[in-house]
């Protein structure tokens, strides 16, 4: 049997780049609507995802005061404005695009994610940024046995698994619950979400013999519809452990994030 591969796709769109959003975007703070728009536009301002740019004409219930202040976001410079609903200010939350940006976004703003109470594609709610529409993110059943191991313990040793794979990242392997030794593992406080797969259920972290590894392992309960294969399932980051896959050790590949299960 050959060894599994650990190369992935790239992420392939540039900084700058703007595409047209086919879906009806919201955002709400406090109850309020701020923006209701079927006209944002995507913009990269990092290769890794897109944000959404909305039409100042979209703005339903928000105020924006300028700041008096100009940064250069990928795409070009962009004015930083403090936004009003109502009662609620949340400062610098929102960035104006200056002449220099592509045609394009004149005439739009971009949030800063986390100023927003909630996000929503058409009527589901979208978590940490915009799925990207050159990304993909599939989860398939495998027969490959997966073996988990750190500090010389084994922490996993599993039949099968599902693989996932995600555009620009290492595949991940999650296995049946019932194939992880939990006498290792610590329960770990850490929640984090993903825009593709949900909010984590869970985090684990092992206290081995060369110290304390946290949150190496996490699992999703309610994943979304896109990746429901892997609800109740646990994977391990092929960063921080030793994954043997049919029996065969992988190298660790580069660690691209701890910000979240990937």
Not at 75 to 90: D, K, Y
Not at 110 to 124: C, K, P, V, Y
Not at 157 to 173: H, I, N, Q, S
Request: one cysteine or more; glycine letters at 8%.
């Amino acid at each position: 049997m050959t060894t599994e591969s650990i190369l992935h796709p790239s992420l392939i769109v540039p900084v700058g780049h703007v595409e047209p959003v086919p879906r009806r975007v919201r955002g709400v703070i406090g109850g309020r609507v701020v923006f209701d728009s079927r006209r944002a536009l995507y913009v990269w301002e990092w290769r890794a995802y897109p944000q959404f740019s909305i039409p100042v004409e979209d703005l339903v219930d928000g105020i924006l005061v300028d700041d008096h202040h100009t940064e250069h976001h990928g795409a070009g410079h962009a004015h930083r404005h403090t936004l009003r609903v109502g009662p609620e200010v949340r400062e610098g939350a929102a960035w104006v695009w200056d002449a220099d940006a592509p045609s394009s976004l004149h005439g739009t703003v971009r949030f800063e994610w986390n100023a927003l109470d909630t996000w929503f594609e058409e009527d589901e709610p979208v978590y940490v940024h915009p799925r990207s529409p050159y990304s993909r993110v599939d989860a398939l059943r495998s027969s490959s046995s997966v073996r988990v191991e750190l500090d010389g313990v084994v922490l996993a040793d599993a039949p099968g698994c599902v693989k996932l794979f995600e555009t620009g990242l290492p595949t991940r392997y999650y296995v049946e619950r019932m194939y992880v030794d939990w006498t290792r593992l610590r329960r770990s406080p850490t929640v984090s979400q993903c825009p593709y797969k949900g909010t984590t259920s869970g985090y684990w972290s092992f206290d081995g013999t060369s110290g304390a590894h946290e949150d190496i392992a996490w699992g999703y309960d309610f994943p979304t519809i896109h990746a429901n294969r892997v609800a109740g399932l646990v994977a391990f980051y092929n960063e921080h452990v030793d994954l043997y896959v049919d029996g065969i050790l992988l190298p660790r590949p580069t660690d691209p994030s701890r910000d979240g299960p990937r």
